[in-house]
């Protein structure tokens, strides 16, 4: 088996170094390959946080050089597993290396031991709230800086974790019993992250995916962040298909050079051929340095014949939708989309329900968070608890942990709701009468105790009966001191 070392020494001796793709290209575009190549790093500690780039673009010029490169940045993982740059593509890139090269299977072998334990520690060291859910430690880690914050969950990254999650997984199929745990631990923290995507910010109405902050909530994402899932590897085609319209609102003014470069080389294994072509025209920022410019003009020359390489993985009916989508939308109008999401949207249909087991394992993640005071955790749970089933329970239970987080009008909306649908539920119509009170309306939340007495049986129901007894004759007290006021 070859090393590192020795693959680009057999890559430079072959001629691998001009592949043949550089036939078909203008001698002016040629000559600004041979130039972009001159400039790009062969080596980490010159590479520095470009460093994922560097590979990205060199597996599109000569895979066999990426590889080693490749080797190179897993090789300054710390005793922790932590990449320097700890950029999260370092799976996904090497499984594009995989795609290209003649004899993969040394590559892989040598790779996975190290790319196991770095992929394991991306997705630990980013669930910063211990539930599941990751965010972006820093500003400096994150591929918006200007988006990221404390408390501020977006979906760019949740993406890219589920995205190395699966390529370790593809890159490791065939050795399961040597990876056994590792395989069972990145699968199932893939299929978390792909549950929180799909279960709690997708948002159907608006075509879009949300973004949370513990102040502001949860909202539909306007920033670049949220068109990040067009990479999305495991998302069901229907939903990108209805997110690549929003993919017309990209220009290179709004993201860094070096997210826009790495997001296009990620694009190339996908089907979005539209996007693809419409970043290519855009071109890259002008704030974009020399090693970033030298990797977007190589990864934009290698285009065709990457994409040609890969569509063949691509099902007919995905690559046909992209080139013809548009003109079909307009001609057929809504009966046309329709006929498009039953044709490429057949998993969601066949899709497994969650077991059952997966909404205790949500319900007892929400608990023990409420139990140590993050009752953002606890709501953002229950909300995607909700999603799954026993609806009216979990909605219950998330507006109960809103009234701790201090959300009292959308607690008390959520009460209203619930209490319509189940109007003798004695907890939802407390409940309400507690969020009606901590919005300062006594006299309204008076009036609603008094009514859960008049209609609510003592002897069933002793303890909320007393609590509600003394929360009347406090509010009584109080408005009477009111009118006493001068």
């Known amino acids: 088996m070859l090393g590192p070392m020795e693959m680009m020494d057999q890559s430079q001796a072959s001629g691998r170094s001009e592949p043949s793709w550089w036939n078909a290209l203008p001698p002016g575009e040629l000559q600004a390959v041979r130039e972009a190549l001159a400039v790009l790093p062969t080596d980490a500690a010159s590479a520095g ?44 890139l090497a499984l594009f290396i995989m795609r290209r090269l003649d004899h993969a299977e040394g590559f892989v072998q040598r790779i996975l031991p190290a790319l196991s334990r770095c992929i394991q520690r991306e997705l630990e ?57 590792a395989l069972d631990h990145i699968e199932g923290e893939q299929r978390d992250l792909d549950a929180w995507l799909v279960d709690a910010f997708w948002n159907e109405e608006e075509s879009a995916f949300c973004r949370h902050d513990d102040e502001a909530g949860t909202r539909v994402d306007e920033s670049p962040c949220g068109l990040v899932p067009l990479v999305w590897a495991s998302a069901e085609p229907a939903l990108t298909e209805c997110l690549r319209p929003q993919a017309g609102t990209l220009t290179p003014a709004d993201w860094p050079a070096r997210t826009w470069v790495l997001f296009y080389a990620l694009l190339l294994s996908t089907s979005h051929n539209s996007v693809v072509a419409r970043m290519r025209r855009l071109g890259l920022s002008a704030e974009a340095t020399r090693v970033q410019r030298a990797a977007w003009t190589v990864l934009c020359a290698g285009t065709d014949a990457t994409r040609k390489e890969i569509m063949g993985d691509i099902p007919a009916p995905v690559r046909w939708l992209d080139a013809h989508g548009r003109t079909v939308a307009m001609a057929s109008g809504a009966g046309a989309v329709i006929l498009l999401l039953i044709l490429l949207g057949w998993a969601f249909v066949n899709r497994d329900d969650h077991p059952a087991d997966d909404l205790a394992g949500l319900e007892r993640r929400a608990r023990l968070a409420a139990e140590d005071g993050r009752h953002d955790d606890a709501a953002m ?45 004695p907890n939802l119509r407390l409940n309400l009468a507690l969020a009606v009170y901590q919005q300062g309306r006594r006299e309204e939340a008076a009036d609603l105790y008094r009514d859960f007495l008049a209609q609510v049986n003592p002897a069933l129901h ?24 001068p």
């Not at 026993?390 to 209203?416: I, S």
């Not at 909320?464 to 009347?472: D, I, Y």
């Open 125 to 181: 060291r980013h669930d910063l709230k211990r539930n599941g859910l990751p965010f972006w430690r820093s500003a400096e880690e994150a591929w918006f800086p200007a988006q990221q914050a404390p408390g501020r969950f977006t979906v760019d990254l949740a993406v890219l974790l589920s995205n190395e999650a699966g390529a370790f997984c593809e890159l490791a199929k065939d050795r399961e019993p040597e990876y056994a745990r």
């Open 381 to 425: 749970l229950y909300e995607l608890a909700a999603r799954r089933g026993h609806e009216t329970y979990f909605r219950y239970r998330q507006a109960v942990e809103w009234l701790h987080l201090g959300y009292h009008g959308e607690a008390e909306q959520t009460f209203r709701d619930l209490v319509a649908h189940e109007p003798d539920s």
């Open 49 to 92: 946080d470009d460093l994922a780039l560097a590979v990205a673009a060199w597996a599109v010029a000569d895979p066999v050089r990426a590889a080693a490169l490749l080797d190179e940045w897993l090789a300054t993982a710390d005793e922790a597993g932590d990449l320097k740059p700890p950029t999260p593509v370092a799976g996904q």
């Open 462 to 485: 002793p303890e909320l009966a007393g609590r509600a007894r003394l929360a009347m004759e406090l509010i009584e007290g109080q408005l009477a001191l009111d009118r006493q006021a």
